[in-house]
């Protein structure tokens, strides 16, 4: 059992079980899809796959699908992972009624986005912009009106830049950061356990998009 062989099959069992419940829960009902990529901590491109449909009680229901590692965000690169997903779990594209994206041009183009090559196959597949990329895009909009904010962002940036570039400022951080875990420990201002006061490391700001239509910031 504390084989990684075992432990991954395993995994790869549940998700195979877990898959074929979803599917027999959707059945022949027609779905709509929400589709987001982006980059592991791998620098791996992964998209993501979701479904929604209505059951058979009326209910609403959002299904995880499928992570799938893309090597291009072009349209055309996305719409052949959508297929391939399509084709692995017998889903067909005439049932489909619906498609949420973020709105870059490679997802929601009007001549050659992934919208436009999937509305080219099935013309009932209706676009909407993800309402969850709509209010990042306000949120962005708002805090950059706020010179506080920016502010945060650029100091934040110039922080993460300098102490992630040197292997001496990291040290020198760390044991600051040990000498005041133990002494919060010593005065019992904290507890400890497995999972607890783990070491984190600080994301290169590289994947931070301050000037364009989200922030990411880990």
């Known amino acids: 059992m504390t084989s990684p062989s075992v432990q991954k099959d395993m995994a790869n069992a ?18 709509s899809i929400l589709v987001d990529e982006s980059r592991d901590c791998s620098t791996k ?6 479904i929604r449909f209505v059951n058979k009680d009326g209910q609403i229901i959002e299904r995880f699908l499928a ?4 090597k291009k965000t072009t349209s055309v690169c996305l719409k052949e992972a959508i297929d391939s997903v399509f084709a692995k779990f017998k889903l067909s594209l ?9 709105g870059t041009s490679n997802m929601r183009g009007e001549c050659n986005g992934l919208k436009a090559l999937i509305l080219k196959e099935n013309p009932s597949a209706w676009y909407v912009h993800c309402f969850a990329h709509q209010l990042q895009l306000v949120c962005v909009a708002v805090c ?8 945060f962002f650029s100091y934040l940036i110039s922080i993460v830049t300098t102490c992630g570039s040197s292997c001496k400022r990291a040290d020198m951080i760390r044991q600051i950061e040990h000498d005041r875990l133990v002494e919060m420990i010593e005065n019992g201002e904290i507890g400890t356990g497995r999972g607890q006061n783990q070491e984190t ?4 700001p ?13």
Do not use: P
């Open 94 to 102: 005439s049932r489909l009624r619906g498609q949420g994206y973020d």
């Open 201 to 204: 490391s600080l994301k290169r």
């Open 45 to 50: 491109e992964q998209m993501a796959i979701v």
């Open 67 to 70: 992570l799938v590692h893309v």
């Open 144 to 151: 950059k009106t706020n010179q506080y904010v920016c502010d």
């Open 206 to 218: 590289g994947d931070t998009r301050w000037g364009s239509h989200y922030v990411t910031v880990d």
């Open 14 to 31: 549940c998700a195979v079980e877990t898959t074929l419940d979803i599917l027999g829960e959707l059945g022949d009902r027609h779905f």
